[in-house]
């Protein structure tokens, strides 16, 4: 298989599972080792480009990538860093759609490495459990913080939040810019990317309609 074939392949959106594509040894190094390394080929990078490191500007460049990698746009690949999704016990019976919306999504293209950035909607109907609210942002951040597929990342919101309430009733909504899109290849500047993954009830038209119309009319507020 030739590089066009598995760009265009990549391009497709082509993967083989939920999970997100990992070796073995993904975590034999420690962060300061793959800081340290990434560092030293970001540096190779620059220079291929032509750029000069002696300049105060860029001399700190491929440390400060480095560490951005690591420790910020890619912190979600490590699950030592996956947030407690602590929930509790349903003490009021509420048993109505719990929705929360407008989470932030700042990804990165696993295809370029380019920023995904929009919202995420999240909703789900409780049973016995609830979660706190700040746990969902903190999971949808998680799954975000790693190189990207937005269908998978919608699917990999969902599973966890599945698994940890003991409902099928989840819903996921992500509205995205890809600047993949945006910047290199057709240059669309005003497209974004919608994906929807559910489960349950939500497999009803009019519960699915019901959250539907919540985003509709905040966006329309808005």
């Excluded at 942002?137 to 003991?166: C, F, G, M, S, T």
């Amino acid at each position: 298989m030739n590089k066009e074939q598995i760009e265009i392949i990549g391009d497709n959106h082509v993967a083989t599972s939920v999970e997100t594509p990992l070796r073995p040894d993904a975590f034999d190094k420690s962060d300061s080792e793959k800081i340290k390394n990434i560092e030293h080929y970001f540096e190779k990078i620059m220079i291929e480009l032509g750029l000069d490191l002696s300049d105060d500007s860029l001399s700190g460049t491929p440390y400060r990538v480095a560490k951005m990698y690591v420790k910020e746009l890619f912190y979600g690949l490590n699950p030592s860093n996956k947030p407690k999704l602590s929930t509790f016990e349903n003490k009021y019976g509420y048993r109505k759609m719990l929705v929360e919306q407008n989470i932030t999504i700042d990804s990165a293209c696993e295809h370029h490495f380019l920023p995904i950035i929009g919202y995420a909607h999240v909703a789900y109907i409780p049973k016995n459990k609830v979660i706190g609210l700040s746990k969902i942002n903190r999971l949808v951040h998680y799954y975000a913080h790693r190189p990207q597929v937005q269908e998978r990342l919608a699917l990999q919101i969902l599973k966890d939040l599945q698994n940890v309430l003991e409902t099928e009733d989840v819903i996921v909504m992500i509205s995205a810019k890809h600047l993949c899109v945006s910047s290199r290849g057709i240059k669309d500047k005003s497209s974004f990317t919608t994906t929807l993954e559910y489960g349950g009830s939500f497999e009803n038209k009019t519960t699915r309609g019901e959250f539907l119309n919540i985003i509709n009319s905040q966006n329309v507020e808005e």
